[in-house]
């Protein structure tokens, strides 16, 4: 509650385990009548047990490695949404990637991933399926799930033959509600595309999910019955809702509310318990469940396209590269260390990302 601090007693650790095999239990659920991919995630689920005993190994020597890693694989993206925050951030650019990490280096960080016990990595941009060469190399990791959050353009027959042969790549596909609405964010006939995206994956059996940035103006929409079932029905089995962050002040009347929050909270529950097919998940979500915000490498840290470890894709501030030292090394970073120690994670806030919206306080961290 605002006001109060962070309990120091909360184990993050075992929040985190327990959230992991609650969405490995879901999607094993969900994928029940589907042979191959609830083959797949029978071994995985084996896999993130193991994780979860190394990263707990990790936390009784004094060392905390979180389930989760972002990796924005490119900076590069064709579609022009209105009030993308990785635009606004300059994260996405329109011109030609500079000094971006190699799918090489990325392979290090994959593999370097899977040692630590990191069994989520969620790959992102720009558009990350521009980077095939990166989604390949993710596909030698079947110890870990890579949910590859995709705008759905570059879907073909290559991917389609890629996602069959690697069961661990999962796309997830950006959509805002029905046509309309998901038009008049993304561009004329995305909507249509994905439709279109998704039954082909459906046809040849392959498990896909859904990312819904959650605003004032499409939370009804998209937490109602009508729209998921459509998803559902496709053969959608997760659901991300992401709270809509303002980078700008323009758009501030659209990042969601104390009730829009409460709201979207009891929502998934009630989805959970109702519709067990499909896997709900909320982000940020309720932070003071978790003791706080988990970035930061608390539950899950970012990086960034050019390598930069950061605490979350809302907060693009780096003091650590990751072509220059190992993933560990930079889970130590100081500006890490800063924000876990600090306070500025805790939940005395006005809701939704904490650290957008202490964003000169962390700045201020980093320039020390």
């Not at 690697?166 to 950006?174: A, E, G, K």
């Not at 439709?195 to 109602?224: C, H, K, P, W, Y």
């Amino acid at each position: 509650m605002k006001g109060e601090t962070m309990d120091k007693s909360f184990d993050i650790q075992a929040y985190m385990t327990k959230g992991v095999e609650r969405v490995v239990g879901d999607i094993v659920r969900a994928t029940f009548r589907n042979p191959r991919e609830s083959a797949y995630m029978a071994r995985f689920a084996l896999a993130s047990r193991a994780a979860s005993k190394r990263r707990r190994k990790a936390e009784n020597a004094g060392e905390h490695i979180p389930a989760f890693l972002i990796a924005s694989i490119t900076s590069q993206c064709n579609l022009h949404c209105a009030g993308c925050y990785s635009r606004c951030n300059h994260a996405t650019v329109d011109g030609e990637p500079v000094r971006q990490l190699t799918a090489e280096e990325w392979l290090r960080i994959f593999e370097e991933a899977d040692e630590l016990g990191i069994s989520f990595i969620l790959l992102a941009g720009g558009e990350p399926m521009i980077r095939r060469d990166v989604i390949e190399a993710a596909g030698r990791h079947p110890n870990i799930l890579f949910p590859v959050f995709t705008n759905g353009t570059f879907m073909d027959e290559r991917y389609f033959g890629l996602l069959d042969r690697c069961r661990n790549l999962i796309p997830v596909m950006s959509i805002e509600g029905e046509k309309e609405t998901t038009d008049a964010r993304r561009g004329e006939g995305v909507y249509d595309r994905l439709i279109g995206n998704m039954d082909a994956l459906s046809q040849r059996g392959l498990v896909f999910g859904a990312s819904v940035t959650v605003t004032t103006q499409n939370i009804r929409e998209v937490s109602s019955d009508a729209f998921l079932k459509k998803l559902s029905d496709r053969g959608c089995k997760a659901v991300i809702f992401v709270e809509f962050v303002p980078v700008t002040d323009e758009s501030a009347d659209l990042a969601p509310g104390d009730a829009e929050r409460e709201y979207l909270s009891r929502e998934i529950e009630r989805l959970r318990e109702e519709h067990p097919e499909m896997v709900y998940i909320s982000f940020p979500g309720d932070e003071k469940s978790s003791g706080g915000c988990v970035a930061a490498g608390r539950g899950f840290f970012h990086i960034n396209s050019h390598g930069g470890a950061e605490p979350c894709p809302f907060s693009p501030y780096s003091d650590m590269n990751v072509r220059d030292t190992s993933l560990r090394e930079a889970l130590r970073s100081p500006l890490f260390r800063a924000l876990q120690n600090g306070g500025l994670l805790e939940d005395d806030h006005a809701g939704g990302c904490v650290l957008y919206e202490k964003r000169a306080q962390v700045e201020a961290l980093l320039n020390k």
